[in-house]
């Protein structure tokens, strides 16, 4: 199979595999991964192939929706990747990436980090996502779909927190901005990724100022 055809079977695969899924983390997402990474992917030299694969299969079986389970996402990609015989060292990167992707894995110290260019396009990539407009709609989203309050002022966000402390908060939505959102600008990894994180950033900013004014009432 060429791979044009693996690209289509796999934007298929995820598109099944995620119908019905929660609105921040569907096929829209992933679709909007895919965009801003091939975006990014033209400006670096880069696997375009392998890129273009580990964004469609990123969050495949994202653990937060697995009772927390981190392998649930790689088996099912790696198998998957098998079945259309990508070559074991393209599937073994892309597994990698699936792995190593998340703004967690970055909270607590890791034991031989993995790294590659096409990992750094990718993550970048993903946490475009995050920030900005579609950021803000999708963190809400995912407050909504936890029953967690949009904001609690005697409830500080905990700028401390470690991957197991990430994974267990049920703070309220606010805080998440201050948490993870706000610091992705600095932690892109690409000249192109740091450039279109400075507008989305920005428009967090603005967006937290009007959320306070308003937070009241009129008075």
Sequence with gaps: MNRKAIINKTKK???QTLEG???GHDWFHTKRVLANSIHIAKKENANLFVVQLAALLHD???AKFHDGDETLGPKMASEFLEAQKVDPLNREHIIKIIKSV???NSLSPIENPFDSI???IVQDADRLDAIGAIGI????NYGGFKNRELYNPKVPPNMNMNKEAYKKSSAPTINHFYEKLLLLKEKMNTPTGKKLAENRHDFMLSYLDQF????????
Aim: glycine share 8%; proline share 0%; hydrophobic share 45%.
């Design 13 to 15: 695969f995820v598109k």
């Design 21 to 23: 899924a929660e609105g």
């Design 60 to 62: 495949i079986a994202d």
């Design 102 to 104: 998340s703004f967690k």
């Design 118 to 120: 096409e990992l750094q």
């Design 137 to 140: 709609a999708r963190a809400f």
């Design 212 to 219: 306070y004014q308003e937070w009241e009432g009129i008075k």
